[in-house]
């Protein structure tokens, strides 16, 4: 069974740093695209990022590009969203998705507050 569990989320100050985890099971993570998705309140789910398999190829929404960082560990099957100088306008819930297999995990909550 594929299933995507999304870790990490929490309260940060703005300029703060979280570090989002997704755990994959069912799948080899290191073969698939993997992506990043956020819905803030009120508005549609957007994409974040994206890293693809072998060369591992990057891709970034303009609002978050050189503050955000995907990544993976192909031995723990976990793919990371490394996020610095957060602002107010990310707070968000953050997804993770397989495309490949059309699956989300559940969310996690970011909350960037003074």
């Known amino acids: 069974q594929v299933q995507l569990v999304e870790s990490g989320g929490g309260l940060v100050q703005p300029g703060g740093s979280l570090r989002l985890s997704c755990a994959a099971s069912g799948f080899t993570l290191s073969s698939r695209t993997m992506r990043w998705y956020r819905q803030a309140p009120g508005k549609e789910r957007e994409f974040v990022a994206t890293?693809?398999?072998?060369?591992?190829?990057?891709n970034y929404a303009d609002s978050v590009k050189g503050r955000f960082t995907i990544s993976r560990d192909d031995v723990k099957n976990t793919v990371y969203l490394q996020m610095n100088s957060l602002k107010s306008d990310d707070t968000a819930v953050y997804y993770c998705n397989a495309p490949s297999f059309g699956v989300w995990g559940q969310g996690t909550q970011v909350t960037v507050s003074s």
């Open positions: 890293i693809t398999p072998a060369g591992g190829s990057t």
